[in-house]
C-alpha cells in the first residue's frame, strides 16, 4: 500500500524514520582505534549504498602525495575519485581544511568526506570551497549505521523520471515539489548523498503489519 506522508510542508519528525540518539556513545575520540575501525566501517557501507565503489589501499594512487588524515577512497558512479579524511583535532581548524583541499587539488580530486571529532570552527567552514563537493559528518553520527537499525524503515531513491511521474499521477499531483519534503540536513538524507529534487520510497511496517507500506518524500534544501 502506497501513502502520502503528512501535509507536504511538514518538516519530518525525527521519531518516525530513525530512532533517537542512543545512549552510550563513546566520546567523540576518532583517536582510538575502535573508534576509528567502527566509523570506518560505516562509511565503507554507505559507499556501498550509494553505489560508490571501495577502492582498496593497495591500489591507492603510487603518486599520491602521503597525508595520515586520508583514511579511505572510493569512486562514486561516474568513477570519480571520493576521499575520506579522518580530523582528530576536537576543533577543526581553517588550516587543517585548507591542507585537505590542497591534498585534493594535488590530484585532481573534487569530492571529499570528512570525519571530523567534534566540530568544525566558522572559519575552516568558510573554507570549504565552491568548487569542491565536501561532505561533512561527525564521528559520532557515524559510530553506528543508523540506516541499518531495525526502527529505520528502508529508504530507496526513484530513479526514473517514468516513475517519478506515475507517483504523481497516482496521487494526482501537478509537481513532484507537492511531495512531502525530506531536507538536505536530514541524516538519512545525508548518508545517501541524495542532491535536491530527489523522490525518496520509504518502506515501513506498522503495527504488526506483513506488508511494509510504502511513502514518498521530495529531497528539497533546507
Known amino acids: 500500500?502506497?501513502?502520502?506522508?503528512?501535509?507536504?510542508?511538514?518538516?519530518?519528525?525525527?521519531?518516525?524514520?530513525?530512532?533517537?540518539?542512543?545512549?552510550?556513545?563513546?566520546p567523540p575520540r576518532l583517536s582510538t582505534f575502535k573508534t576509528l575501525d567502527k566509523v570506518l566501517q560505516t562509511v565503507r557501507d554507505m559507499f556501498q549504498d550509494r553505489g560508490y565503489q571501495w577502492v582498496e589501499k593497495s591500489?591507492?594512487?603510487?603518486?599520491?602525495?602521503?597525508?595520515?588524515d586520508l583514511k579511505a577512497i572510493g569512486r562514486d558512479a561516474q568513477n570519480q575519485a571520493v576521499w575520506v579524511y579522518f580530523a582528530t583535532e576536537m576543533k577543526v581548524p581553517v588550516k587543517r581544511i585548507r591542507e585537505y583541499i590542497q591534498h585534493m587539488d594535488s590530484q585532481q580530486v573534487?569530492?571529499?568526506?570528512?570525519?571530523?571529532?567534534f566540530q568544525i570552527t566558522p572559519g575552516a567552514k568558510a573554507e570549504l570551497s565552491q568548487k569542491h563537493v565536501i561532505e561533512t559528518f561527525q564521528a559520532q553520527e557515524l559510530y553506528e549505521n543508523r540506516t541499518r537499525h531495525s526502527l529505520v524503515p528502508r529508504h530507496e531513491a526513484v530513479t526514473?523520471?517514468?516513475?517519478?511521474?506515475?507517483?504523481?499521477?497516482?496521487?494526482?499531483?501537478?509537481?513532484?515539489?507537492?511531495?512531502?519534503?525530506?531536507?538536505?540536513?536530514?541524516?538519512?538524507?545525508?548518508?545517501?548523498?541524495?542532491?535536491?529534487?530527489?523522490?525518496?520510497?520509504?518502506?515501513?511496517?506498522l503495527g504488526g503489519l506483513k506488508e511494509p507500506e510504502v511513502y514518498y518524500r521530495v529531497v528539497r534544501p533546507d
Do not use: C
Not at 165 to 193: G, W
Open 1 to 26: 500500500m502506497a501513502k502520502l506522508l503528512s501535509a507536504a510542508h511538514d518538516r519530518p519528525s525525527a521519531a518516525h524514520d530513525r530512532p533517537s540518539a542512543a545512549p552510550g556513545f563513546p
Open 59 to 68: 591500489h591507492w594512487p603510487a603518486d599520491l602525495p602521503p597525508l595520515d
Open 110 to 117: 573534487t569530492h571529499a568526506i570528512i570525519v571530523h571529532a
Open 160 to 205: 526514473t523520471e517514468a516513475d517519478v511521474q506515475a507517483i504523481m499521477q497516482q496521487y494526482h499531483l501537478s509537481s513532484k515539489n507537492e511531495l512531502p519534503i525530506y531536507y538536505t540536513s536530514d541524516p538519512v538524507v545525508r548518508y545517501y548523498h541524495w542532491p535536491p529534487g530527489t523522490v525518496v520510497r520509504i518502506h515501513r511496517t
